[in-house]
Protein backbone atom coordinates (compact mmCIF):
# COMPACT_ATOMS: atom_id res chain seq x y z
CA UNK A 1 0.00 0.00 0.00
CA UNK A 2 1.20 3.34 -0.85
CA UNK A 3 1.72 5.74 2.25
CA UNK A 4 0.22 8.92 2.31
CA UNK A 5 -0.05 12.20 4.59
CA UNK A 6 -2.90 13.33 3.17
CA UNK A 7 -5.20 11.47 5.93
CA UNK A 8 -7.89 10.20 3.69
CA UNK A 9 -9.37 7.57 5.32
CA UNK A 10 -13.04 7.40 5.86
CA UNK A 11 -13.62 9.66 8.79
CA UNK A 12 -9.97 9.88 10.27
CA UNK A 13 -8.80 12.42 12.73
CA UNK A 14 -10.24 13.71 15.76
CA UNK A 15 -13.65 16.24 15.33
CA UNK A 16 -13.21 17.59 19.08
CA UNK A 17 -10.89 20.73 20.20
CA UNK A 18 -10.34 22.20 23.39
CA UNK A 19 -14.23 23.68 23.62
CA UNK A 20 -15.04 20.24 23.96
CA UNK A 21 -12.42 19.02 26.38
CA UNK A 22 -13.05 22.28 28.70
CA UNK A 23 -17.05 21.06 28.59
CA UNK A 24 -16.28 17.52 29.49
CA UNK A 25 -13.61 18.27 32.43
CA UNK A 26 -16.41 20.59 33.94
CA UNK A 27 -18.52 17.70 34.23
CA UNK A 28 -15.70 15.34 35.05
CA UNK A 29 -14.74 17.39 37.87
CA UNK A 30 -18.57 17.37 39.11
CA UNK A 31 -18.80 14.56 39.48
CA UNK A 32 -19.63 12.98 36.08
CA UNK A 33 -23.58 12.92 37.07
CA UNK A 34 -25.83 11.02 34.68
CA UNK A 35 -29.10 13.30 33.53
CA UNK A 36 -28.75 16.99 34.69
CA UNK A 37 -28.54 20.20 33.31
CA UNK A 38 -26.38 19.94 30.63
CA UNK A 39 -28.56 17.03 29.60
CA UNK A 40 -31.80 19.17 29.84
CA UNK A 41 -29.70 22.36 28.23
CA UNK A 42 -28.43 20.05 25.03
CA UNK A 43 -32.27 18.75 24.36
CA UNK A 44 -33.86 22.17 24.99
CA UNK A 45 -30.76 23.32 22.30
CA UNK A 46 -31.21 20.72 19.69
CA UNK A 47 -35.15 21.10 20.08
CA UNK A 48 -34.92 24.42 18.93
CA UNK A 49 -32.10 23.94 16.31
CA UNK A 50 -34.56 21.16 14.55
CA UNK A 51 -38.11 23.87 15.39
CA UNK A 52 -39.57 21.16 17.21
CA UNK A 53 -41.05 21.33 21.67
CA UNK A 54 -39.46 18.39 22.16
CA UNK A 55 -36.25 16.84 21.88
CA UNK A 56 -34.48 13.60 24.16
CA UNK A 57 -31.40 12.48 24.55
CA UNK A 58 -30.63 9.02 24.65
CA UNK A 59 -27.68 6.90 24.08
CA UNK A 60 -27.78 5.78 20.82
CA UNK A 61 -29.54 6.63 17.08
CA UNK A 62 -30.07 2.59 17.43
CA UNK A 63 -31.62 3.16 20.73
CA UNK A 64 -33.55 6.40 19.60
CA UNK A 65 -34.83 4.11 16.69
CA UNK A 66 -36.16 1.71 19.21
CA UNK A 67 -37.91 3.96 21.41
CA UNK A 68 -39.75 5.45 18.48
CA UNK A 69 -41.31 2.34 17.64
CA UNK A 70 -42.19 2.03 21.58
CA UNK A 71 -43.98 5.32 21.62
CA UNK A 72 -46.12 4.39 18.79
CA UNK A 73 -47.04 0.87 19.99
CA UNK A 74 -45.61 -0.81 17.54
CA UNK A 75 -45.46 -4.68 18.00
CA UNK A 76 -46.15 -8.02 16.51
CA UNK A 77 -48.80 -7.84 13.91
CA UNK A 78 -47.56 -4.85 12.85
CA UNK A 79 -45.62 -3.57 9.55
CA UNK A 80 -43.49 -1.11 8.84
CA UNK A 81 -42.27 0.18 5.79
CA UNK A 82 -38.77 1.56 5.26
CA UNK A 83 -35.74 1.25 2.60
CA UNK A 84 -33.34 -1.15 1.77
CA UNK A 85 -30.10 0.88 1.63
CA UNK A 86 -29.51 2.13 5.29
CA UNK A 87 -27.84 1.08 8.10
CA UNK A 88 -29.04 -2.08 9.96
CA UNK A 89 -30.47 -0.20 12.84
CA UNK A 90 -33.48 1.34 10.84
CA UNK A 91 -34.89 -1.87 9.96
CA UNK A 92 -33.61 -3.99 13.68
CA UNK A 93 -35.84 -1.24 15.24
CA UNK A 94 -38.93 -2.57 13.74
CA UNK A 95 -37.86 -6.21 13.96
CA UNK A 96 -37.09 -6.15 17.35
CA UNK A 97 -40.15 -5.24 18.44
CA UNK A 98 -41.72 -8.20 16.57
CA UNK A 99 -43.29 -6.06 13.92
CA UNK A 100 -42.96 -7.11 10.13
CA UNK A 101 -40.47 -5.50 7.77
CA UNK A 102 -41.43 -4.28 4.36
CA UNK A 103 -38.62 -2.92 2.10
CA UNK A 104 -39.80 -0.32 -0.64
CA UNK A 105 -37.60 -0.05 -3.48
CA UNK A 106 -35.40 3.35 -3.50
CA UNK A 107 -35.55 6.45 -6.20
CA UNK A 108 -32.49 5.67 -8.51
CA UNK A 109 -31.30 9.52 -8.33
CA UNK A 110 -31.32 10.09 -4.68
CA UNK A 111 -31.11 6.74 -3.35
CA UNK A 112 -33.96 7.31 -0.63
CA UNK A 113 -37.47 5.45 -0.52
CA UNK A 114 -39.40 5.71 -3.77
CA UNK A 115 -43.03 7.45 -2.71
CA UNK A 116 -44.68 5.04 -5.28
CA UNK A 117 -43.39 1.79 -4.26
CA UNK A 118 -44.04 2.76 -0.81
CA UNK A 119 -47.61 3.45 -1.49
CA UNK A 120 -48.19 -0.19 -3.29
CA UNK A 121 -46.66 -1.70 -0.68
CA UNK A 122 -49.32 -0.41 2.30
CA UNK A 123 -51.77 -2.83 4.09
CA UNK A 124 -54.25 -2.92 6.45
CA UNK A 125 -50.82 -4.11 8.83
CA UNK A 126 -48.70 -0.93 7.83
CA UNK A 127 -48.31 1.27 10.89
CA UNK A 128 -45.54 3.37 9.99
CA UNK A 129 -42.46 4.47 7.39
CA UNK A 130 -39.34 5.11 8.30
CA UNK A 131 -38.06 7.59 5.98
CA UNK A 132 -34.25 7.37 6.08
CA UNK A 133 -32.26 10.64 4.92
CA UNK A 134 -29.11 8.66 3.53
CA UNK A 135 -26.12 10.27 2.70
CA UNK A 136 -27.27 14.14 3.92
CA UNK A 137 -29.99 14.22 0.89
CA UNK A 138 -33.82 14.83 2.61
CA UNK A 139 -36.32 11.87 1.40
CA UNK A 140 -39.33 13.13 -1.40
CA UNK A 141 -41.21 14.38 2.35
CA UNK A 142 -43.94 15.83 0.60
CA UNK A 143 -45.11 12.71 -0.83
CA UNK A 144 -44.76 10.48 2.29
CA UNK A 145 -46.22 12.80 4.51
CA UNK A 146 -49.02 13.34 1.87
CA UNK A 147 -49.35 9.40 1.77
CA UNK A 148 -49.04 8.64 5.49
CA UNK A 149 -52.01 11.21 5.89
CA UNK A 150 -54.13 9.33 3.72
CA UNK A 151 -53.69 6.20 5.27
CA UNK A 152 -53.46 6.55 8.92
CA UNK A 153 -49.68 5.78 8.85
CA UNK A 154 -47.21 7.21 11.55
CA UNK A 155 -44.16 8.71 9.42
CA UNK A 156 -40.42 8.20 11.25
CA UNK A 157 -37.49 10.28 9.88
CA UNK A 158 -34.18 8.87 10.72
CA UNK A 159 -32.06 11.75 10.31
CA UNK A 160 -28.67 10.01 11.41
CA UNK A 161 -26.72 11.14 8.56
CA UNK A 162 -28.93 15.17 8.03
CA UNK A 163 -28.64 17.32 10.87
CA UNK A 164 -29.14 20.61 9.21
CA UNK A 165 -30.16 19.11 6.08
CA UNK A 166 -33.49 21.03 4.96
CA UNK A 167 -36.35 19.89 2.53
CA UNK A 168 -37.86 22.75 1.26
CA UNK A 169 -37.12 25.05 3.35
CA UNK A 170 -38.17 22.95 6.38
CA UNK A 171 -35.43 21.39 9.07
CA UNK A 172 -35.09 17.68 8.50
CA UNK A 173 -36.30 16.32 12.17
CA UNK A 174 -39.37 18.43 12.03
CA UNK A 175 -41.03 16.81 9.26
CA UNK A 176 -42.87 13.46 10.27
CA UNK A 177 -44.15 12.30 13.43
CA UNK A 178 -40.84 11.73 15.24
CA UNK A 179 -37.71 11.88 14.06
CA UNK A 180 -34.38 10.10 15.25
CA UNK A 181 -30.68 11.38 14.68
CA UNK A 182 -27.46 9.96 15.76
CA UNK A 183 -24.19 10.74 17.36
CA UNK A 184 -21.90 8.26 16.58
CA UNK A 185 -18.29 8.80 15.91
CA UNK A 186 -18.62 9.32 12.01
CA UNK A 187 -21.57 11.12 12.23
CA UNK A 188 -21.79 15.27 11.14
CA UNK A 189 -21.48 15.94 15.14
CA UNK A 190 -20.76 13.56 17.97
CA UNK A 191 -21.07 12.89 21.68
CA UNK A 192 -18.30 11.31 22.89
CA UNK A 193 -18.19 8.68 19.81
CA UNK A 194 -22.29 7.82 20.87
CA UNK A 195 -25.77 9.17 21.42
CA UNK A 196 -28.70 10.13 19.72
CA UNK A 197 -31.67 12.15 20.17
CA UNK A 198 -35.67 11.66 19.48
CA UNK A 199 -37.46 14.79 18.54
CA UNK A 200 -41.24 15.17 17.57
CA UNK A 201 -43.77 18.01 18.15
CA UNK A 202 -46.89 15.73 19.72
CA UNK A 203 -46.45 15.84 23.65
CA UNK A 204 -47.87 11.91 24.09
CA UNK A 205 -45.09 10.72 21.85
CA UNK A 206 -42.30 12.46 23.90
CA UNK A 207 -43.72 11.63 27.33
CA UNK A 208 -43.59 7.93 26.06
CA UNK A 209 -39.85 8.38 25.05
CA UNK A 210 -39.01 9.90 27.97
CA UNK A 211 -40.92 6.79 29.91
CA UNK A 212 -38.73 4.51 28.32
CA UNK A 213 -35.64 5.90 28.38
CA UNK A 214 -34.56 4.60 32.20
CA UNK A 215 -36.13 2.10 32.78
CA UNK A 216 -39.71 3.14 32.47
CA UNK A 217 -39.65 4.67 35.90
CA UNK A 218 -41.98 7.87 36.81
CA UNK A 219 -40.96 9.97 39.20
CA UNK A 220 -37.69 11.21 40.71
CA UNK A 221 -34.80 9.07 42.26
CA UNK A 222 -32.70 10.80 44.69
CA UNK A 223 -30.07 12.81 43.08
CA UNK A 224 -26.55 11.61 43.40
CA UNK A 225 -27.80 7.58 43.51
CA UNK A 226 -30.57 7.11 40.49
CA UNK A 227 -29.87 10.83 38.54
CA UNK A 228 -32.86 12.78 38.69
CA UNK A 229 -36.18 11.24 36.11
CA UNK A 230 -37.85 14.29 33.99
CA UNK A 231 -41.66 14.78 34.08
CA UNK A 232 -42.24 14.06 37.82
CA UNK A 233 -45.44 15.50 39.50
CA UNK A 234 -45.00 17.69 43.21
CA UNK A 235 -46.58 13.95 44.60
CA UNK A 236 -43.83 12.36 42.96
CA UNK A 237 -40.93 14.59 44.43
CA UNK A 238 -42.37 13.87 47.51
CA UNK A 239 -41.73 10.57 47.14
CA UNK A 240 -38.74 10.20 45.28
CA UNK A 241 -37.70 6.90 47.30
CA UNK A 242 -40.76 5.12 45.53
CA UNK A 243 -40.09 5.32 41.84
CA UNK A 244 -42.97 3.47 39.91
CA UNK A 245 -42.60 0.45 37.36
CA UNK A 246 -45.61 0.16 35.11
CA UNK A 247 -43.55 -1.66 32.64
CA UNK A 248 -40.69 -3.99 31.80
CA UNK A 249 -37.72 -1.29 29.94
CA UNK A 250 -34.40 -0.34 29.70
CA UNK A 251 -31.79 2.38 30.28
CA UNK A 252 -30.95 4.23 27.38
CA UNK A 253 -30.05 7.66 29.12
CA UNK A 254 -27.33 10.00 27.26
CA UNK A 255 -24.66 11.33 30.19
CA UNK A 256 -23.92 14.56 31.10
CA UNK A 257 -20.12 14.24 29.58
CA UNK A 258 -21.85 13.38 26.34
CA UNK A 259 -24.40 16.45 26.49
CA UNK A 260 -22.17 18.90 27.29
CA UNK A 261 -19.67 17.66 24.15
CA UNK A 262 -23.00 17.70 22.29
CA UNK A 263 -23.76 21.25 23.07
CA UNK A 264 -20.16 22.59 21.75
CA UNK A 265 -20.60 20.22 18.91
CA UNK A 266 -24.04 21.73 18.14
CA UNK A 267 -22.49 25.31 17.94
CA UNK A 268 -19.80 24.04 15.60
CA UNK A 269 -22.39 22.19 13.21
CA UNK A 270 -23.28 24.89 10.63
CA UNK A 271 -19.41 25.32 10.19
CA UNK A 272 -18.62 21.81 9.78
CA UNK A 273 -21.44 21.25 7.37
CA UNK A 274 -20.20 24.31 5.22
CA UNK A 275 -16.64 22.52 4.86
CA UNK A 276 -18.68 19.36 4.20
CA UNK A 277 -20.67 21.23 1.64
CA UNK A 278 -17.09 23.04 0.56
CA UNK A 279 -15.72 19.69 -0.41
CA UNK A 280 -18.37 17.85 -1.98
CA UNK A 281 -18.49 21.27 -4.63
CA UNK A 282 -14.63 20.78 -5.59
CA UNK A 283 -15.58 17.08 -5.97
CA UNK A 284 -18.03 18.09 -8.32
CA UNK A 285 -16.22 20.42 -9.69
CA UNK A 286 -12.94 18.33 -10.24
CA UNK A 287 -14.55 14.97 -11.01
CA UNK A 288 -16.81 16.53 -13.88
CA UNK A 289 -16.75 14.18 -16.74
CA UNK A 290 -14.97 11.32 -15.05
CA UNK A 291 -15.39 8.02 -17.31
CA UNK A 292 -17.18 5.73 -16.20
CA UNK A 293 -18.12 7.97 -12.77
CA UNK A 294 -21.22 9.47 -11.58
CA UNK A 295 -21.58 12.17 -9.16
CA UNK A 296 -24.24 12.57 -6.61
CA UNK A 297 -27.62 14.38 -7.79
CA UNK A 298 -28.60 16.79 -5.86
CA UNK A 299 -32.67 17.70 -5.64
CA UNK A 300 -32.29 21.54 -5.74
CA UNK A 301 -35.25 21.35 -3.27
CA UNK A 302 -32.74 19.98 -0.69
CA UNK A 303 -29.83 21.43 1.39
CA UNK A 304 -28.07 18.29 1.73
CA UNK A 305 -25.94 17.50 4.72
CA UNK A 306 -23.15 15.56 2.61
CA UNK A 307 -22.72 12.98 5.50
CA UNK A 308 -21.53 10.76 2.76
CA UNK A 309 -20.25 11.68 -0.80
CA UNK A 310 -21.72 8.46 -2.60
CA UNK A 311 -20.56 8.30 -6.18
CA UNK A 312 -21.41 5.50 -8.61
CA UNK A 313 -18.54 3.61 -10.48
CA UNK A 314 -17.60 1.08 -12.98
CA UNK A 315 -15.73 -1.91 -11.74
CA UNK A 316 -16.03 -0.91 -7.97
CA UNK A 317 -13.58 -3.64 -6.31
CA UNK A 318 -10.74 -2.91 -8.57
CA UNK A 319 -11.73 1.11 -8.30
CA UNK A 320 -11.72 0.68 -4.80
CA UNK A 321 -8.10 -1.37 -4.39
CA UNK A 322 -6.56 0.69 -7.06
CA UNK A 323 -7.20 3.61 -5.27
CA UNK A 324 -6.00 2.64 -1.81
CA UNK A 325 -3.29 0.81 -3.09
CA UNK A 326 -1.44 3.36 -5.38
CA UNK A 327 -2.43 6.87 -3.83
CA UNK A 328 -3.73 5.69 -0.17
CA UNK A 329 -7.12 7.06 -0.40
CA UNK A 330 -9.43 4.64 1.20
CA UNK A 331 -12.92 4.85 -0.20
CA UNK A 332 -15.70 2.94 1.80
CA UNK A 333 -19.42 1.10 0.82
CA UNK A 334 -22.63 2.31 3.08
CA UNK A 335 -24.23 0.16 2.86
CA UNK A 336 -24.68 -3.85 2.32
CA UNK A 337 -28.49 -4.31 1.64
CA UNK A 338 -30.67 -5.03 4.15
CA UNK A 339 -33.06 -7.19 2.74
CA UNK A 340 -30.08 -9.20 1.30
CA UNK A 341 -28.63 -10.38 4.99
CA UNK A 342 -28.27 -13.18 6.86
CA UNK A 343 -31.09 -12.05 9.09
CA UNK A 344 -33.14 -10.40 6.74
CA UNK A 345 -33.40 -13.70 4.27
CA UNK A 346 -34.23 -16.24 7.34
CA UNK A 347 -37.14 -13.85 7.63
CA UNK A 348 -38.39 -14.31 4.27
CA UNK A 349 -36.48 -11.72 2.26
CA UNK A 350 -34.29 -12.43 -0.62
CA UNK A 351 -32.88 -10.82 -4.19
CA UNK A 352 -35.65 -9.16 -6.64
CA UNK A 353 -37.33 -7.77 -3.49
CA UNK A 354 -35.47 -4.37 -4.77
CA UNK A 355 -34.42 -4.67 -7.94
CA UNK A 356 -33.63 -1.02 -8.08
CA UNK A 357 -31.81 -1.13 -4.68
CA UNK A 358 -29.62 -4.54 -6.14
CA UNK A 359 -28.88 -2.94 -9.18
CA UNK A 360 -26.95 0.03 -7.57
CA UNK A 361 -25.78 -1.75 -5.02
CA UNK A 362 -22.36 -2.97 -6.83
CA UNK A 363 -21.40 0.61 -7.82
CA UNK A 364 -21.86 2.59 -5.34
CA UNK A 365 -18.90 4.49 -3.54
CA UNK A 366 -18.29 6.46 -1.07
CA UNK A 367 -15.60 9.06 -1.19
CA UNK A 368 -13.70 10.89 1.70
CA UNK A 369 -15.74 13.90 3.00
CA UNK A 370 -15.51 14.44 6.56
CA UNK A 371 -14.42 18.10 7.83
CA UNK A 372 -10.97 17.43 8.54
CA UNK A 373 -9.60 16.89 5.08
CA UNK A 374 -7.39 19.62 3.49
CA UNK A 375 -7.86 21.72 0.59
CA UNK A 376 -4.01 19.54 -0.48
CA UNK A 377 -5.93 16.26 0.57
CA UNK A 378 -9.45 17.40 -1.81
CA UNK A 379 -7.06 17.80 -4.38
CA UNK A 380 -4.75 14.95 -4.01
CA UNK A 381 -8.33 12.85 -3.83
CA UNK A 382 -9.47 14.29 -7.45
CA UNK A 383 -6.09 13.31 -9.27
CA UNK A 384 -6.11 10.11 -7.99
CA UNK A 385 -9.85 9.15 -8.71
CA UNK A 386 -9.03 10.63 -12.24
CA UNK A 387 -6.18 8.42 -12.94
CA UNK A 388 -7.96 5.54 -11.84
CA UNK A 389 -10.78 6.16 -13.94
CA UNK A 390 -8.71 7.33 -16.56
Known amino acids: MVETRFGLEYGQGSVYGPEEEAAVLEVLRAGAPGYGPRSAAFEAAFAGFVGVPHAIAVSSGTAALEL ?23 ANAAAARGAGVVFADIDPRRY ?7 AALVTPRTRAIVAVHLYGQCTAMDSLVDLARRHGLALIEDCAHAPGARYGGRMAGSMGDVAIFSFGQQKNMTTLGEGGMVVTGRRDLAQRVREHRWICAR ?12 GATDEDRRR ?56 PWVDPACDHAWHVYCARVDRRDEFMTE ?17 LTGAYRALGHGPGECPVAEALAGRIVSLPIHPRLSDEAVEHLISSVRAVCG
Do not use: C
Open 68 to 90: AMIALGIGPGDEVITTPLSWMST
Open 112 to 118: TLDPEKV
Open 219 to 230: GYAPAGRYGLIE
Open 240 to 295: YWHLEFDEVGLNRRMTEMQAAAGLVQLGKLAGLNARRAEIARRYNEGLAGTPGLEL
Open 323 to 339: LLERFGVKPWVHYRLIH
